[in-house]
């Protein structure tokens, strides 16, 4: 079955600084790979999408990349600000397969 | 749209008793899935429904867990007899397929279950 792995110890960072999280998966290679914010007390909201055939994406201060060789994707948040903290989780979504399989996510919390 | 509608928000029972958790997708979405949310165990998909139809139920964790889908618009999560165990936060979440994958997931508030 697959797994997903994400960091469970939070990540603590100074505001201003660029904010690195992980996602590792094992087995089936993912068509879709998504990462959502979720607050506490709150559903988890969706971010971005990254395609299997895609090395990267972006939205604003937010940068995905996807490395299917290293079956590792990249969630990066530049500049970052105390109103990103919250806990950060991957989905990956395979082709046929209409299931999202998430991680267990990452906390981060962002200092001023 | 007001999204994915959960109710009740919070919901506190006893041991054995009946739960039933509710939720209504957002209009025009034709996969629904539900959720359950742990510490331990994080976000595990209980059972995932595509056009009202269950297509996957595998994560339903015993028979005491039976979710329905009369129509497009509404679903329920049961939990017969609940147990302490059975406490988590259950969210639904709809999404919309096109062509054979589904794209992201909207997720409502969440119910949160306390068994006692």
């Known amino acids: 079955s697959q797994k997903i792995e994400q960091n469970s110890e939070a990540l603590n960072i100074q505001e201003g600084k660029t904010a690195t999280l992980t996602c590792n998966y094992t087995n089936y290679s993912p068509a879709y790979l998504q990462w959502y914010r979720q607050d506490p007390g709150r559903g988890p909201v969706f971010l971005l999408l990254?395609?299997?055939?895609?090395k990267e994406k972006r939205k604003e201060r937010l940068k995905v990349t996807f490395d299917t060789t290293l079956k590792q994707s990249l969630f990066h948040i530049t500049a970052s600000q105390p109103a990103d903290s919250a806990t950060y989780l991957c989905a990956l979504l395979r082709y046929n397969f209409n299931k999202f399989y998430f991680g267990s996510g990452t906390k981060l919390n962002v200092k001023p | 749209d007001a999204g994915v509608i959960q109710s009740p928000r919070h919901e506190v029972t006893e041991m054995g008793q009946e739960v039933t958790l509710r939720c209504k997708p957002i209009s025009g979405h034709n996969s629904l899935f539900w959720y359950r949310q742990t510490m331990m165990r994080g976000l595990e998909l209980l059972i995932y429904?595509?056009?009202?139809?269950?297509?996957?139920d595998s994560g339903m964790p015993e028979d005491r867990f039976s979710a329905k889908m009369p129509n497009a618009s509404f679903s329920t999560l049961k939990i017969q007899p609940s147990e302490p165990r059975d406490s988590a936060v259950y969210f639904c979440?709809?999404?919309?397929?096109?062509?054979?994958?589904?794209?992201?997931?909207?997720f409502g508030q969440g119910t949160r279950l306390t068994v006692v």
């Open positions: 990254i395609r299997e055939n895609e």
């Open positions: 429904f595509n056009n009202n139809v269950p297509i996957d």
């Open positions: 979440a709809s999404s919309i397929l096109f062509g054979q994958t589904n794209t992201e997931a909207f």
